[in-house]
């Protein structure tokens, strides 16, 4: 992926607040970040980082507090978008470009439609087609794509297994030939079988189509595997972003060090030097001033209290949110 | 699979669970054997429908009846089979000697009883011991688990999901039990939290001696905490062996598919290899051996017989007389 070339998705200073009883919810907390064409972020983080809340707020199904998402136009022009601040009717538009695949392939069909209305549905609500019979044509090419068996247009979502059904959430998402694409933990509720077909199946689209892709997974041997680069989230801030080898070989924010560490290898005999992290995620309500990760940190200073560490490019292509990055680039990654 | 029968603690043999619905019979379990030394952890690893959590409820007695039948087979734990036992044995046994771990901490605890109590309940079910002994014994509990005393008097929903599995693990092993079932322990955990738990599990089973079966289907875990690793597929142990012997030497055309599916953290691939095929209906399974027809080795007597398992290396085992030829062990 170079560089040089004007990205697709530029999100700016992105922030998602949620009022709450107990005061504001930092959800998504000034995020910076650029995705190009044709490429797969990956955005790890745990539970309650933010990561699916910022996905939403990138395809506005939910409205940001501050910040932009700028988008570029439509095939030819230099121009942008921001996402955030275009009208309903313009949104109806962008929705053909941008597109999202949710988790749960359970919760996110309509029990009561049938494969073929649910693929069509899409396609119904933006009148794509005129007739009939055109619109049937493009239901049964969607389902050949994602690899639905033509047999199985008049099954209903609970007839069908997990795999089956995210092959539907993913033929609707690609119904109206869209450019880019959040796949929000597109894989975690299936067998690591089924997992296996359908990052394979997400891979294959990405190459015959030229997609752009967002892929949000809390788990990072799916994330590595599907990622050209990597954003790491903590407590609604991206605290790394480079890319995916660089980023596994040598991660450099002690965060990523601790989660990278954490993952069970499936291979006996692997003993790694594993960082066990106290405590549990603090609460992202009015978050104090500083770094995020402050109370879990093992290389904590006195500064890190004061001031928030800036997401800073400190090598072309790797951002790091930590006041010791260079340090630790310095002491090569990992000295814990 | 031989071992010192006075070194088993548990002993399954040819168990068969069925669940009896309108809709036909499902073969959650299907002639079952597994052998468990005493001290010993052993991974059951197999994907959603493969029958693990059934032999646990199995060996536990806990399977809802009706739809669950017990259709044969024994559960030897110490020598004796709780199958025969009538439920006031087994509420000896539950809790007391087998302990359970279950994969949702938000479900398994009372959300309207302290932890403490929460703690107390189980040592006063299976010790003669005053209310306040047992609170101070669940105090002592909870503080090896790493839950501080000023937390002692907090509900579950002040607890993080970390936090409250620390509390499962606490009622689980407040007893001393002998064996301890964790199903599927930190599945609901984060990766950094999971890493925290399982650490604080393998301590624990180590200062205790207690013998553990983990079900999982993280491939990944059973590598760090299991000495022992059997795979279910389909109601059925497919491969057992040691850890290190099956993990370096996976056999099972089933076991083979399923390490080639988990992407790998250290090398880059385009494609990850995929097993053709869905599980079978567990209402409808195959003849003979029930992977036959996802399974590129297989011969025409696949589909007649039932693979018995065959010894391939000192304690590693095979449910495929194909490989095992091939190996020049059959």
């Not at chain 1, 000034?30 to 797969?40: I, L, M, P, R």
Request: with cysteine; charged share 25%.
């Amino acid at each position: 992926m170079s560089e040089k070339s004007a990205p697709y998705i530029r999100v700016e200073n992105l922030k998602k607040y949620f009022h709450t009883k107990s005061g504001m919810l930092h959800a998504v907390d000034d995020v910076s970040f650029s995705v190009q064409k044709g490429e797969t972020l990956g955005l790890v983080g745990e539970s309650g980082c933010g990561k699916s809340t910022l996905g939403r707020c990138i395809i506005r199904l939910l409205e940001s507090t501050s910040g932009r998402v700028l988008i570029t136009d439509e095939k030819g022009t230099d121009g942008y978008t921001d996402i955030t601040k275009v009208s309903a009717s313009q949104m109806k538009e962008l929705r053909k470009r941008v597109q999202i695949v949710f988790q749960d392939p359970y919760s996110c069909l309509n029990p009561r439609l049938p494969v073929r209305e649910l693929i069509a549905e899409p396609l119904i609500v933006n009148r794509v087609f005129r007739d009939k019979a055109s619109m049937q044509r493009r239901v049964r090419e969607l389902m050949s794509i994602v690899g639905l068996a033509e047999r199985l247009e008049n099954s209903f979502p609970h007839e069908l297994d997990g795999g089956r059904r995210q092959r539907i959430g993913i033929a609707r998402s690609l119904a109206l030939d869209p450019e880019f694409i959040v796949l929000d933990e597109p894989v975690s509720a299936l067998d690591v079988c089924i997992q296996a077909q359908i990052l394979n199946l997400l891979n294959s689209l990405q190459k015959q189509f030229g997609y752009t892709y967002i892929f949000i997974s809390h788990n990072l041997s799916v994330v590595k595997h599907v990622s050209d680069r990597i954003a790491v989230m903590y407590l609604g801030k991206i605290v790394e972003l480079s890319d995916y080898k660089i980023l596994f070989k040598d991660p450099l924010h002690p965060y990523t060090q601790a989660l990278l560490s954490a993952i069970p290898i499936p291979k006996v005999g692997v003993r790694r030097d594993r960082i066990i992290l106290e405590g549990d995620v603090p609460s992202p309500i009015e978050p104090p001033e500083g770094c995020r990760f402050l109370g879990r940190c093992f290389y904590r200073q006195e500064r890190c209290g004061r001031e928030t560490p800036e997401l800073r490019e400190i090598e072309p292509g790797r951002f790091v949110a930590c006041h010791f990055a260079r340090e630790l680039v310095a002491q090569g990654g990992r000295t814990a | 699979m031989t071992m010192n029968a006075n070194d088993l603690l548990l002993d399954i043999r040819e168990l068969t669970i069925h669940y009896v619905t309108d809709n036909g019979t499902v073969h959650a379990v299907e002639g079952l054997n597994l052998e468990l030394g005493r001290g010993e952890t052993l991974g059951l690893v197999g994907e959603t429908g493969a029958g693990k959590t059934t032999t646990a409820l199995g060996i536990t007695r806990l399977l809802p009846v009706p739809p669950g039948v017990v259709r044969g087979g024994q559960i030897l734990f110490d020598g004796e089979d709780v199958l025969l036992k009538d439920e006031e044995e087994m509420r000896s046994i539950r809790g007391g000697k087998i302990a359970m771990i279950f994969q949702d901490p938000m479900t398994s605890l009372n959300p309207v009883m302290t932890v403490d109590k929460q703690v107390a309940e189980m040592i006063k079910l299976h010790r003669k011991v005053s209310e306040s002994e047992a609170l101070e014994q669940a105090a002592e509990m909870l503080d090896l688990v790493g839950i501080r005393r000023e937390r002692l008097r907090d509900y579950p929903h002040q607890f993080s999901g970390g936090m409250k599995q620390r509390v499962v693990i606490a009622i689980a092993l407040a007893c001393d039990p002998k064996l301890l079932i964790a199903d599927e322990p930190t599945t609901a955990l984060d990766v950094t939290i999971q890493a925290q738990v399982l650490e604080l599990m393998k301590n624990l089973k180590r200062q205790f001696g207690t013998s553990m079966i983990l079900i999982t289907h993280d491939l990944g875990i059973v590598a760090e905490t299991c000495d022992k690793v059997g795979i279910m597929y389909a109601g059925r142990l497919v491969e057992y062996g040691d850890t290190k012997s099956l993990y370096d030497n996976p056999n099972h055309p089933y076991t083979v598919g399923l390490f080639k599916s988990v992407p790998d953290l250290e090398e880059d691939c385009d494609e990850l290899s995929v097993i053709p095929g869905l599980m079978p209906d567990p209402m409808d399974l195959p003849s003979g051996c029930a992977f036959h027809p996802r399974c590129s080795h297989a011969e025409e007597a696949c589909s007649r017989e039932r693979p018995v398992m065959i010894e391939i290396e000192p304690g590693h085992f095979i449910a495929c007389p194909v490989r095992a030829r091939a190996l020049g062990k059959a």
